[in-house]
Antibody, heavy 119, light 110 residues
Framework: EVHLLESGGGLVQPGGSLRLSCAAS????????MTWVRQAPGKGLEWVSS????????YYADSVKGRLTISRDNSKNTLYLQMNSLRAEDTAVYYC????????????WGQGTLVSVSS | QTVVTQEPSFSVSPGGTVTLTCGLN?????????PSWYQQTPGQAPRTLIY???IRSSGVPDRFSGSILGNKAALTITGAQADDESDYYC??????????FGGGTKLTVL
């Protein structure tokens, strides 16, 4: 059974840093691209970043480019999101999602981890 | 700036049919946008319903279907049920690995 478990969220001050992790199990992690999507409290979904299965190709929303970095460790079956220079508007639940077999398919989602940026 | 548009809210009667749409503030949605649709109930993670215009994700009932209607992507729910009451989001591919979500539609079944 596929499981995605996010961790690393919490309260951080503006300008601070945080690293999110997404531990994957139940599938061959290295064979699938992965994505981070976030949702601010009471707001809609926002695509944040995606990463190819090898980790060689990364993609970012303009709102996070230069501050957030996606990466993966295929030996540990884990996806990461390094978050630097955090702003209040980064406050959100961050979900990781596994790509499926078809283009644009996200067939499994984690339950999310909450990041709160506040002084 | 690219804005993906969705109806903020919609209502449907139980057993009825509803079509939610997903458009662009400038231009038309086409097959090259590979529209996907997600369902989300409060406090839960999103669930993928449709990807690449009209392909149902595993386990999604055939009451849910996707299409391109005119200049928009569309999600049609036939035979609406009470537990279809959720938020529905579309996302469009903008090229170069970039995706943009719409603001979501709150669907009420009553």
């Amino acid at each position: 059974e596929v499981h995605l478990l996010e961790s690393g969220g919490g309260l951080v001050q503006p300008g601070g840093s945080l690293r999110l992790s997404c531990a994957a199990s139940g599938f061959t992690f290295s064979s699938y691209a992965m994505t981070w999507v976030r949702q601010a409290p009471g707001k809609g979904l926002e695509w944040v970043s995606s990463l190819s299965k090898s980790g060689d190709s990364t993609y970012y929303a303009d709102s996070v480019k230069g501050r957030l970095t996606i990466s993966r460790d295929n030996s540990k079956n884990t996806l990461y999101l390094q978050m630097n220079s955090l702003r209040a508007e980064d406050t959100a639940v961050y979900y990781c999602a596994k790509s499926g077999s078809g283009f644009g398919d996200k067939d499994y989602w984690g339950q999310g981890t909450l990041v709160s940026v506040s002084s | 700036q690219t804005v993906v548009t969705q109806e903020p809210s919609f209502s449907v009667s139980p057993g009825g049919t509803v079509t939610l749409t997903c458009g662009l503030n400038s231009g038309s949605v086409s097959t090259s946008h590979y529209p996907s649709w997600y369902q989300q109930t409060p406090g839960q993670a999103p669930r993928t319903l449709i990807y690449s215009i009209n392909i149902r994700s595993s386990g999604v009932p055939d009451r849910f279907s996707g299409s391109i209607l005119g200049n928009k992507a569309a999600l049609t729910i036939t035979g609406a049920q009470a537990d279809d009451e959720s938020d529905y989001y579309c996302v469009l591919y903008m090229g170069r690995g970039i995706w943009v979500f719409g603001g979501g539609t709150k669907l009420t079944v009553l």
